[in-house]
């Protein structure tokens, strides 16, 4: 029996470099695991949609799809957004089996992508102790997403960091530039900002710009296809596939 297939699903953005760092990271994950199917769709902006993906797979005669969310956190777009999609496509497509993956946060491979990005952007493991980290996620109105920030910041002020800061670029209090200042008064000699994204975009964009303005020293890049963060939608999907994650209910 053949193995179900990968469909990452990417929210999509008007800013063309968010596609190509999507298409840049299914890539690798095809380069990891040779053989398995792996499919990108979109939720908004970028084609192709997530039911013209899930339709042609089911002409095709695919049994089943495993969707992944490419979401750092469990807000709206996993709790309301990707379920609704699934349910309707599983509605109108009753012999394809779908099951919706876990998110990819927290993880420590994120974290061990995250600190990827710091080292590239030339951070050294010996600075650690004189610069303050400002972890600087896009933002969520959903309390759970902003829990997980906040936690994840606090897990990595035990790895050595001089301190650490949560900051969002949208919907949540402080802004990158107002968690640099802050580590600057904190006594910091030097600040390093390491974005919590996967793509680039408007919101990315918003976490530089913030940098920038407040004098921090180091702007890593954003996550992108860095490998850990392939080999971790494989862990995910291999999750949902020994575990039999439920599939996508349709409403009574």
Aim: glycine fraction near 6%; hydrophobic fraction near 50%; charge should be positive.
């Amino acid at each position: 029996m053949s193995s179900p297939v990968l469909l990452v699903i990417a929210h999509g953005s008007r800013d063309p470099r968010h596609a190509a760092t999507v298409h840049a990271l299914t890539a690798r994950v095809r380069a990891q695991r040779p053989g398995l199917r792996v499919e990108t769709a979109f939720l908004d902006f970028n084609a192709p949609s997530v039911p013209r993906v899930l339709e042609r797979l089911a002409a095709e005669g695919a049994p089943e799809v495993v969707a992944l969310p490419l979401l750092l956190t469990r807000a709206f777009h996993a709790k309301s957004d990707i379920p609704a999609v699934l349910r309707e496509a599983r509605a109108a497509l009753p012999r394809l089996r779908v099951r919706q993956a876990e998110v990819l946060g927290p993880s420590p491979l994120l974290n061990a992508a995250l600190e990827r990005r710091l080292y590239e952007a030339g951070v050294r493991p010996g600075d650690r102790s004189s610069t303050g980290l400002v972890l600087a996620s896009a933002g969520s109105s959903d309390p759970e997403a902003i829990a997980v920030i906040a936690e994840i910041a606090r897990e990595l002020r035990h790895t050595g960091w001089c301190s650490v800061r949560p900051a969002f670029a949208s919907a949540s209090l402080p802004r990158t530039e107002d968690a640099v200042r802050a580590l600057r008064a904190d006594g910091a000699r030097r600040v390093a900002v390491a974005p919590y994204v996967i793509a680039p975009g408007r919101l990315p964009d918003r976490i530089a710009a913030g940098a920038a303005e407040a004098g921090a020293d180091v702007l890593a890049g954003v996550l992108g296809p860095a490998p850990e963060l392939a080999r971790l939608l494989l862990d995910r999907y291999d999750e949902a596939c020994a575990t039999a994650s439920r599939p996508v209910a349709v409403s009574a």
